[in-house]
């Protein structure tokens, strides 16, 4: 690894902080806005969702709504622009879609999962991707379920385990290769350190691995274009890069990895505007953004004449400690670039200001 040196150095400012008086679980940007979402648990076991607008400096409360159960996780990506539409997960595997400028009641819902839905992302909306709108949903209950808010109660997949195979903790999924009509992916990550790669089109298991810990996030460094890069985050304070351009018969896929410290990375997020730099939340209440450089030439043939991909290499660009909590969710502004909200167990939400990042 090497470090990116001199005065281009980015720099993580912390330009607002507002404390809770929940624990937050999940943080969104809504599309097209300077409103925030912050998604979470009140002490008396209920869920909570409040919206919030950047005004200069500070961070005013637009709106908080209570719900009977603590909601997870939440995502706009199955949406339209114009309706922006928040899908979100909760303790008791509902999945709900609210329309935020009437949420009292959700304009879809189903009982999704038996456990807690622990991970959400939608794709097909927001003008990114090819396809129908869909939302995937990961649960304890260790099925990841596709669905169709055009569609009632039931899945358009459902990936669960065979006959006899042990149910694992699903911890996160992500949509990914959603760059035509047909094509689409979900990856899923466990609490045992599978990886899974399910291919929508041919309803089939493409790639499996193991990374030996818990697997706390996954995402592609963009969901629309042909699979490129996978990162995956580990319970053990490592995440690795995986090159998905080319697949190895036996091999599967080249990856690097890297130890960035000795505390869970909860969450990793690309930047929208640079699908090569990413950052990461951590267990020690810190953010590390990275960089991916790309090797010479990105595949060579192994002595059998198959394809097999080569790993680049990682820079860190920057890390910041902003808590003595562990820093759970991260959401990058997708119109401002630079622009970051991220929440922890301090029961804090700060929005952050990343400068430089055009110098990169």
Same mark, same amino acid.
């Given at each position: 690894m090497s470090a990116a040196l001199g005065a281009e150095r980015p720099q993580v400012v912390s330009h607002v902080q507002q404390a809770l008086s929940y624990t937050v679980f999940d943080c969104k940007w809504v599309p097209r806005s300077a409103r925030l979402l912050c998604l979470g648990s009140a002490a008396r076991g209920t869920g909570v969702l409040q919206l919030y607008e950047l005004h200069g400096a500070r961070l005013e409360l637009l709106r908080e709504i209570e719900k009977p159960k603590? @909601? /997870?996780?939440?995502?706009?990506?199955?949406?339209? !622009?114009?309706? #922006?539409? !928040?899908?979100?997960?909760?303790?008791? *595997?509902?999945?709900? @879609?609210?329309?935020?400028?009437?949420?009292?009641?959700?304009?879809?819902?189903? /009982? *999704?999962? /038996?456990? &807690? @839905?622990? %991970? @959400? =992302? *939608?794709?097909?909306? !927001?003008? &990114? +991707?090819?396809?129908?709108?869909? &939302?995937?949903? +990961? %649960? #304890?209950?260790? $099925?990841? /379920?596709?669905? =169709?808010? #055009?569609?009632?109660? $039931?899945?358009?997949?459902?990936?669960?385990?065979?006959? +006899?195979?042990?149910k694992r903790d699903c911890w996160t999924v992500a949509f990914g290769n959603a760059y035509n009509q047909e094509e689409r992916v979900v990856c899923a990550g466990y609490d045992n350190g599978d990886i899974k790669l399910f291919d929508l089109k041919t309803m089939s298991l493409r790639w499996e691995t193991n990374i030996k810990n818990g697997v706390c996030s996954v995402e592609f460094d963009r969901k629309d274009i042909n699979m490129n890069k996978l990162v995956a985050t580990s319970l053990e304070g490592k995440f690795h890069v995986f090159d998905m351009r080319t697949q190895h018969p036996t091999k599967g896929f080249a990856s690097v990895s890297e130890k960035a410290q000795k505390s869970t990375i909860w969450q990793v997020r690309h930047l929208p505007q640079n699908r090569d730099i990413f950052m990461t939340s951590g267990g020690s209440g810190s953010l590390h953004l990275w960089k991916y450089e790309y090797p010479a030439q990105r595949s060579k043939k192994d002595s059998e004449g198959s394809e097999m991909g080569v790993a680049g290499s990682l820079s860190l660009l920057q890390n910041v400690t902003l808590s003595t909590q562990p820093i759970s969710s991260l959401d990058w502004s997708p119109d401002k670039k630079g622009l970051c909200v991220?929440?922890?167990?301090?029961? $804090?939400? #700060?929005? !952050? &200001?990343v400068t430089k990042l055009n110098k990169i």
């Open positions: 603590p @909601i /997870k996780c939440g995502t706009f990506g199955a949406t339209s !622009l114009q309706q #922006r539409y !928040l899908a979100t997960g909760d303790f008791d *595997g509902n999945l709900n @879609i609210w329309n935020l400028e009437a949420p009292e009641i959700p304009v879809y819902s189903v /009982k *999704g999962h /038996k456990e &807690i @839905i622990n %991970s @959400i =992302d *939608g794709v097909g909306g !927001l003008g &990114i +991707g090819e396809g129908a709108p869909e &939302i995937v949903t +990961g %649960s #304890r209950d260790g $099925t990841v /379920k596709v669905w =169709d808010p #055009r569609q009632n109660d $039931t899945p358009v997949a459902n990936m669960e385990p065979v006959q +006899g195979e042990s991220c929440g922890a167990f301090d029961q $804090t939400v #700060r929005v !952050l &200001i």
